[in-house]
């Protein structure tokens, strides 16, 4: 479902000399339906390794295969149907901001084409659960940074991805929030969807026992 086969990310270095090696040599593998922690320090690599698997870099050495598609070999049609199939909460959010509340939820619906009578049942029923019931309308930057993760939270998990990637989801949360939400993604893993969270909370990796990515340095370290 998501394997990594020894691989290795470097980005261009800021004017001329050589590439910058951020991630080294990693090899790991998630079963469809695995819940992971990705847990080190700032710096270690976290986002990095998000964004090669929503597909934002390629791998500069190694293999990659996500959803049993080789991103390697895949064709650009196949890499956009991936891309339809993996839902991210981004460390910043990434609201559109010219669109409400309920517009960015139902971006990924539409994207889909699904029918606006259903789209419109669904994301209200997905913003009244994160607790948005009264901000449908509003525009992200009328919305706190707490009530902008949860409309990107929202958003991530409203198609159902099977892939479902979250950078610090819960870094403007605060507890009852990131348990409701470590509840959802929790359920979400037993209905089949494969979920990689990004943290430095320690309170709630010690409350939600799950197998464990460490990155020092750029290299997993188990
Ligand atoms: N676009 C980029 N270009 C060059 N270096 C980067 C870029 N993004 C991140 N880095 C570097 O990669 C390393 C890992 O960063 P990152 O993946 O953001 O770690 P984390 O999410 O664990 O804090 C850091 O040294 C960071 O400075
Ligand atoms: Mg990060």
């Not at 990310?9 to 910058?20: F, M, Q, V």
């Not at 359920?187 to 990515?213: C, F, K, M, Q, W």
Request: glycine content about 10%; proline content about 6%; hydrophobic content about 40%.
């Amino acid at each position: 479902m998501v394997r990594f086969e020894q691989v290795g990310l470097s980005y261009p270095a800021h004017g001329p000399g050589p590439l910058a090696p951020v991630l080294y040599d990693l090899s790991f593998s998630v079963p469809e339906g695995g819940f992971r922690w990705l847990v080190g320090a700032s710096g270690a690599g976290k986002t990095s390794l998000l964004r090669l698997m929503y597909l934002a870099v390629r791998p500069s050495t190694g293999r990659l295969s996500l959803l049993e598609v080789d991103i390697g070999s895949a064709r650009r049609r196949q890499l956009a149907g991936l891309r339809r199939r993996i839902g991210v909460v981004y460390q910043d959010f990434r609201l559109l901001p010219h669109l409400s509340a309920f517009d960015n939820v139902a971006l990924p619906l539409r994207i889909d084409g699904r029918s606006e009578g259903q789209i419109r049942a669904d994301v209200v029923e997905m913003l009244r659960w994160v607790g948005l019931s009264g901000k449908l309308d509003s525009p992200p930057e009328t919305l706190s940074g707490g009530e902008q993760q949860r409309v990107a939270i929202a958003r991530a998990v409203i198609a159902r991805p099977r892939l479902l990637l979250a950078d610090e989801p819960t870094g403007n949360l605060d507890e009852v929030q990131a348990e409701r939400l470590l509840r959802l993604l929790q359920e979400l893993s037993r209905l089949g969807t494969t979920v990689i969270v990004a943290t430095h909370n320690r309170g709630l990796v010690s409350r939600h026992d799950a197998p464990s990515l460490r990155l020092d340095h750029g290299r997993l370290v188990c």
